[in-house]
Every structure is written in C-alpha cells, then in structure tokens.
C-alpha cells in the first residue's frame, strides 16, 4: 500500500562520497575469512561488532544523540512542521550561547529519525538528553557511533540482523532467540533465512554485546547490528576541502572556466558537448580557446563536434568512447539497470521516457516504477514494506524548499546562527569573517539540497533520454531504469533496507544493478545477500564506486566478491584526487573533477532535482549560478564523485547487453570490460609514485602490482571495444 502522498502541482521546467556517495565507512582493517577464537563480551570501555569473526572498533559520538519518532498520524496536513523542527524548537528554548548561537542542532534522518548535535561547551547535556526524552512525540532515543578515528554517523538501533543457516528448522529458530531473550520483528523480504529482530531486555551500546554473542551461537551464520548510518557527508558535491579555508573557496570563483554562466532564459539546450565523459576531444579543444560566456562555449563544442565528424582526432583520449559505441550498438535497447539510491524523481524530462515499468506477477498494489525501502518498517506483508514512490513526498518537500529558500532569503548572521553546527565550527582552520563563514555554509547548504537527489543525478548518468535531442544522454540511453530508492534524508539508510533493494531489483528483472554508495562498515549478513543474488542470478551484473575518500582500499559492497568496483579518473587523465584506490579496484571511468583546470566543466553534467516549479515559490527566480548548476533552477547539475563513474560503467554495461543477447554471463562480461580497458593516456603523480613505493617497501602491496594497477585497476573503460568484443 502506498502510504506516501505524492506531489502534487509538479510542472516540467522548460529550462553535488563512500560510502558515499553511498551510500554508509573501516579503512585498512584487514580480515580474515576464517572465523577467530570466542569473542567475550566487551567492556564497558570497548565497543565494536563482529565481521569475518573479526572486531571492528566502534566509539560513542558524546556530543550527540539519535532520535526516534512516533509515528506520525496519516492525517497530518504536510503544513505542519516536520517532528525535527518542533524538536529543534522545543531544545533550543533557554539554550543559546552569549553569541546567539544555540547548542543544540537537529539534522533529520529520513522522516522518523534525527541527531541532535550537542555543543562539547555545554556542561548541561545531561539536562538536553532528559528533555529530548521527556517529548511526546520521541519514541526513544539511541546512541551515536562511529568508526575509530573517524567522523561518521551510525546510529544503534535496538535491531539486530540475524542470518540462520539454510537447514534450520523453525522450531530451532525460535528456540535460539528465546534462548537470547530476543523476539521476531520481521523477515527481510527475498531473503528466508535472514530476520530482524529486537532484545527484550537490552538496548542502548548494550546491543552490540547480544549481537556479538549471537554470532557464536550454533546455527547462526552471522548477526550484525541493523546500523542506520548516514552518509550525506559521503556524497561529493564537490567540496573536497577536509576543512573550511577560506582561500580556496575564493579560488574557485576566480577560475576562469568556473565563471562562465548559462543562458538566462533558462531554454533547454543539447549539452551533448559538455558532457566530455562521453567524447572528451571537443570539450578539451574549446577550453585552450578563450571562451567568454556559455553561448561561446556552446557555440564552439558544437564546431568542434561536427569537425570531429569530418575528421578524426588525434587528441588524447580521457573519455570512455561512447559516442563511437552508439555508432556500433542500440543504444542498451531491452536492457534494465536498477538503481539503488535516494531521490529518484523520474518524472525529470529526461528520464520520464527511460523507466522501466515492473510487470511481475507478484507486485504490489501501485508498484509501476520501483519501489522506496527508505523508510522501515515492522510489518510483514511484502507491500507494506516501504511504498511504490521513489520521488519527493510533500513532507520531504518542505524540509528541502525551506533549507534552499533559508540560503536566499536570510542574513549573514541568522544563517549562521540556524546552520553554524558546533562540529562545523570546530573543523574551521582560519579565521573567517562573519561574511565569509555564511557563504561557505550557503554552499553548503545548496549543495546537499542538490545532494538529496543524489539518485536522479546517476539515473541521468546512465540512461538520460533527451526529447528532441535537447538536455542530457546517458552512456545507454535506450536502456530502463528500474528506481529503488534506500536513502531518506541526509543520506539515512538502514542495513536491513539497502539489503532488501539488491533483493528487490534482482527479483524484479534487473540484468544491472548501480549502487553509488558504499561504506567501510561491512557485515557478514550483507556480504552473505550479495553472494546469495549472484549465485541465483549469474548474467546480473553488479557495478559500485570505490569510493571518496583517497583511501588505499576500496569501499564496500564495491569490495566483495562478485561486484565490480569502479574508481573515478577526470579530464586530464588523472586519478580523481578523491577516488579510492587498491586492492579490490576493477576499472576506472570519469567521474569528474573541479579542481582541474577546467572548474565546474570538469565535472560530469547530468539531471538535477530541484527544477521543478515547487522548490521555488515564494522565491525570487535567481538569475546567477547559485551552485555547480548547468542551469538556473538545476534541471541540469555538473557532478563530481566516484558516484558518477560508477553509473557511467553501468551504462556500458548495458549497451554490452543490448549486443550479447544473453548469451554471455556476469564473469565473461567483466573479463571483457577489463581487457578492452587501457592505461593509454592515463598519468601517475610523482606523490602517487611516491606513495606506491612507499606501500611497496612497506609490505601493503606485492612489487608485482604495477603503480597504474595500483590506482587505476585494469585501466580506463573503452565502451567502443567492449562493444566490439562483445559482438565478436
């Protein structure tokens, strides 16, 4: 049953780490495969959970605390304030510092959870922690972790994920959780032997010592907390920066080819020459010339592109061939590609035409176009497990319309005062003036507004369809896209729900799964649903980014067994100076880069969410680039993150598809992938030869993986010769 209300009033516009990016991060802990001596129960001063029969340490955020809500009545009028705001209110009375700032700040998890930042300063946190509780719309609050040394949000719900072996028997089950002093929430949904349930007598950190216990006991695979993490800090929008300094913001706007603004009429254009990790030659020629405004800039990409026609170009090649693969493939007609992700409004211009519609025989009431498992859920009925909607409910709406009109409409002093948090405050590096430190935090701010719609903008990456020609093509643009969303707000996404959505888009046909999201908390039970979907599913194909974080190791699930983990290259055909690299690393692809030369068009132009008619009333419609927008309202966004290259990969995939005909399975169509791949034109830094000696000499990596193996994979992605190869 759909229980979320859908949009109503929506008009077409005429006219942004890992996870991270998925998505959910433990960098350089090495595993096991095999399980360890008994794990004894931690003390009070250690917390960690159990993976490969290995601790992962965990540490209690003390500055902040998670919430729960009630339920919200389905009669709510969506006028009223969302539960975080009232809560926000409520803790700020009697709260606020001599400076006017208050110390007490509530960043919304989907729609029935929140954290409550807590200024370190504030000796009263007792006293806030009371009447967080003391509230009657909170349903109880929970603790904040996150990984040793690291700045993380993961939220401990009073949940545990607990795999049974296939054998068990039901009374079995069941003797083992009354034995644990455990009850049955519910079964994950394609996954029979894998079931959520809750301590009747545990909660708070306590939780992880029943979940590492459980993990001994005969008959169970693995348990694992049921995490909700959030991610949003993950999803790159291009603030690279790991600390607020002031010069490099000024930086960017000096940047020649950053200036360049967009027609203000806001008319559709065809960005086909823009979109340089399709054909990177035109773009690359434009950029020597002297380019004044976007009209030039257009004008010149499209000369280029014609001469390219005539002629063939001898300029380095940064870029996956795609337009050369069309040419020799239809398009990834008859393929679908699931995208597991957040916001997906698909009813964008561009992508209205490239859904695929579910036709299983078992679906449920309003199921059309994918389904949302954003938000949890107790019950056991299939279709009462999220909704069909992967779109904006009216209540999200809000929160998001009031955060880009707050940048707008409020001053200097009173952004900072509702969005100035106290861990913003502390990562501040020089001193900045009142001026500068609101107009960070408005980027910021329009950033993850635009962030939120993180789905849409991969959607775009692989299979935009145009009308008319006019706006943005994905790599396969004949290919569907299956949307299933797992993120609410702010990037909040529960294990359980992220492993029910593989399950989902396996069941429902996909012959690709994207996921640009990833995290460095692994866990046995998720790592045991993706081996269980591509044993059932052989020809499925599942593709994730490495991730965001210049780490040497890659983010999972892009690290397990079976799914190709794509790393990110820009312009120059350099590594992205965010993408992580190393062991596990299959391929590379662009996934842009600002920090190039070249600014924003370094950056991979894709489909925005915050055009349509809605977001902007009440608002003056702005007439300057107010983010890394192509343009005004952000029909069109230029994107940077391995949660770009990821999709980009995704969609060569498909036309692979679209010419095989099924005949090939997952493992040949990867050989392909990496064999037709080159390291032609792609460059090694002499800090990255440094680093992969030193990774060398240390012992990390054997002397046999090359330095461009190291950071680059099997090389940059060729869709032209994987198309060709796949036909032979």
């Known amino acids: 049953m759909n229980h979320k209300r859908t949009v109503s009033g929506i008009l077409l516009a005429s006219s942004i780490l890992a996870f991270t990016n998925i998505l959910p991060f433990t960098a350089n802990i090495k595993f096991n495969s095999t399980v360890s001596a008994q794990i004894t129960e931690s003390n009070n001063n250690e917390l960690f959970y159990i993976y490969k029969g290995q601790r992962v340490p965990l540490t209690e955020q003390k500055d902040a605390v998670a919430v729960e809500f009630k339920a919200l009545p389905k009669t709510r009028s969506r006028s009223v304030n969302p539960l975080y705001l009232q809560l926000e209110q409520d803790l700020q009375t009697g709260t606020r510092t001599r400076g006017g700032n208050s110390q007490v700040q509530v960043k919304p998890l989907g729609e029935n959870y929140a954290v409550v930042t807590l200024a370190s300063s504030n000796g009263n946190t007792d006293a806030i922690r009371n009447k967080i509780q003391n509230q009657s719309y909170v349903k109880t609050s929970l603790p904040v972790l996150s990984r040793a040394n690291q700045q993380d949000t993961i939220i401990l719900s009073n949940e545990i994920i607990v795999n049974f072996q296939p054998d068990m028997k039901e009374n079995e089950k069941v003797s083992i959780l009354k034995q644990n002093n455990l009850e049955v929430v519910r079964s994950l949904r394609f996954f029979p032997n894998i079931y959520i349930v809750k301590s009747t007598d545990a909660s708070g950190t306590a939780v992880l010592n029943v979940a590492n216990k459980l993990n001994q006991v005969k008959g169970v ?34 940047n020649h080819h950053q200036t360049i603004a967009p027609n203000a009429n806001n008319s559709t254009t065809n960005y086909l020459g823009l979109q340089w990790h399709l054909n990177s030659v035109p773009l690359k020629q434009c950029i020597q010339q002297e380019i004044d405004s976007f009209d030039s800039l257009q004008n010149c990409l499209q000369q280029q592109t014609a001469k390219n026609k005539q002629s063939k170009s001898t300029s380095s090649r940064t870029d996956l061939r795609v337009t050369e693969a069309w040419q020799n493939s239809n398009g990834g007609k008859g393929v679908v590609v699931a995208v597991i992700d957040s916001l997906i409004q698909w009813n964008h211009p561009d992508l209205q035409n490239s859904l695929y519609k579910v036709s299983a025989a078992d679906k449920c009431p309003g199921e059309e176009y994918g389904w949302d498992f954003s938000e949890p859920s107790n019950s056991n009925q299939p279709c009462e497990i999220g909704d069909s909607d992967t779109r904006m409910s009216p209540l999200e709406l809000n929160i998001l319309r009031r955060k880009l009109h707050d940048t707008f409409k409020l001053s200097d002093r009173e952004l900072i005062e509702r969005y100035l948090t106290p861990r913003i405050q502390a990562r501040i590096t020089s001193p900045l003036s009142e001026k500068e430190l609101a107009e960070y935090l408005r980027r910021m701010i329009r950033s993850n507004v635009g962030g939120e719609f993180h789905g849409t903008l991969v959607s775009g990456v692989i299979a935009a369809k145009p009308e008319n020609s006019q706006g943005i093509s994905g790599v396969a643009p004949n290919a569907k896209i299956l949307p299933v969303r797992v993120f609410g707000l702010n990037g909040s996404i529960f294990t359980s729900s992220y492993i029910e959505a593989v399950g989902y888009a396996a069941n429902r046909g996909a012959d690709v799964i994207n996921l640009s999201l990833g995290g460095y908390v692994p866990t046995d039970v998720e790592e045991f649903a993706f081996s269980q979907i591509l044993q059932q599913n052989p020809k499925l194909v599942v593709v994730a980014s490495s991730g965001n974080q210049n780490y040497a190791s890659v983010a999972y699930p ?105 005949k090939l399975n997952r493992v040949e169509l990867i050989d392909i992938l990496k064999s037709t791949a080159s390291y032609e034109d792609l460059n090694i830094t002499k800090e990255e030869q440094q680093r992969y000696r030193t990774l060398v000499s240390g012992g990390a990596i054997p002397s046999t993986v090359t330095d461009k193996q190291l950071f680059f994979g099997s090389g940059l992605i060729n869709a032209s010769a994987a198309v060709r190869a796949v036909k032979k």
């Open 558 to 662: 892009s690290g397990y067994d079976g799914v190709l983990s794509v790393g990110a290259s820009n312009l120059n055909g350099d590594r992205a100076p965010y993408s992580n690299y190393g062991k596990g690393l299959g391929v590379v692809a662009p996934g842009g880069d600002f920090s190039t030369p070249a600014g924003w068009l370094g950056g991979i132009p894709t489909t925005g969410g915050t055009w349509m008619d809605t977001f902007w009333q009440g608002l003056a419609f702005p007439n300057s680039r107010w983010s890394n927008v192509i343009d005004f309202k952000g029909q069109y966004w230029w994107m940077q993150g391995t949660s770009f290259s990821s999709p980009a990969v995704a969609g060569v995939v498909a036309l692979m598809k679209g010419e095989d005909k099924g």
């Open 221 to 254: 695979n693995s348990a694992a907390p049921n995490f909700l993490q959030s991610v949003a800090n993950s999803i790159d929008m291009g603030d690279n920066k790991k600390s607020l300094n002031i010069e490099s913001i000024d930086k960017q706007d000096t």
